[in-house]
Structure formats: structure tokens, C-alpha cells
């Protein structure tokens, strides 16, 4: 009995110690400032939501600064409003022009500041979600980059700009990032053009044949039923003539 309760407890704890260690790898995982977009398909609009956490354990964040892409630039940046922060989009000059959905840029949204007033800045264990609308998105399996800047109270700014590289160690600030994928499938269109042959055979179709099928058959039902009350109600009156 007390072999099984040793090995019980045992058990119990290896379990907690392994989760203790997954929620561990799970928060140094999430504590970075990183980019979640709705839906990243080519050629279209998407709303990029920047997860910040406050990593000081003595300073409050203030200010966020995010670099929107330069070679595949956005036409369009709306921002959604925070309470107690102040958003501004800065247009910048594009290093060389860019065609995008047929419009040539020299100029695009280039970067976008966030800055909290003093009493809804980002504290210790706390963070703040920040939502971009943007578009038009790039080709299939562009990875859009976005470098951000984060400071905090003290004066102290992170970067979050390093390059994250498949197969290798994640740096410790790397840029958020996501990647393109697929156009979604457009809507067939209505086929407006229906011709009056096309309409007829409509009516005529085999559910409509049908319909009125049922119903004529209904009508003789009616009818049968009708004859058939009638001639019971004769017999029966003949009956009693007879017997009187």
C-alpha cells in the first residue's frame, strides 16, 4: 500500500514538474512582441493584430513603433483606435517605385506610432493588442516583415528587428512576421444571361411536373371520395325504405 502510494506521489509530481516546464517554454515563447494576421491570402486586406507584452520588471511600455514594408508596400493602413493611445500613420518616400494592383507608389504608409498617455501604459505583467488594417498583400509566399520598436519608462528601447532563420535558434528579438499564402477562390458569377428556352425547361422540370401531378392526383382523391360518400348515404336510405 504504501509502495503505490510512493509511487503515486511520484507520478504526481513528475506531472506538475513537466507542466511547470511547458508553461515556462510557453511564456518565453509568447514574450516577445509578434504579428497574427485574420487572413494572409495574396491580394487582398487583412487585420494584423501586435501582441506586446511589458518585459520590464521595473519600467512600463509607452510607446510602439512599427516599420511597414518598403518593397511591397501597402496602399491602404487604417489603424484601430486604443483607448489612452495615440496613433499616427507616416507616409514615407519609397526608395524606388513600386507597382502594386496596377498603381505605380513613390510614396506609401511607412511606419506607425503608437504612444500611450500615463495612465493606460502597458505595466508589469501585462500587455496591449494593437490592430492594423492593411492591404493589398503581396504575392503567394512573401514573408512580410515588421520590424518594431518598444519603449519603455526608463528610457530603455528594444528592438525587435533580427531576422528569424528556419532551422536555426529564434533571436532573442526577432522582427514579427508572417507569410502570404494563396489567393482565397473568387465567387462563380451569376449567370445573368438565362435564356427564355433556359426558363421554360425550368418550369417544365421534373420538380414542377411533380407538383402538379400531386395536385391533380389530389383533385380525383377529392372527387373518389365525393362519389363514394354519395353512393353510401343512397344505399343506406334504401335500406330503411325496405325494412319499413
Known sequence: MKTSLRRTLKSTAAATLAAGFLAAGAAAASAHVHVAPDDPAAGGFTHLTFNVPNESPTAKTSKLEVDLPAATPFTSVSVKPVEGWKAQVITTALPKPVTVDGTTLTKAPGKVVWTADAAHQIGQNEYQAFSLSVGVLPDEGTTVTLPAVQTYTDGTVVKWDQETVAGKAEPEHPAPSFVTTAKDAEPAAADATASPSAAA??????AAS??????????????????GLAAGVTALARTRTSQR
Open 201 to 206: 425547361a425550368s418550369a417544365t422540370s421534373p
Open 210 to 227: 411533380s407538383s402538379d401531378a400531386g395536385s391533380t392526383a389530389g383533385w380525383f382523391g377529392l372527387a373518389a371520395g365525393l362519389i
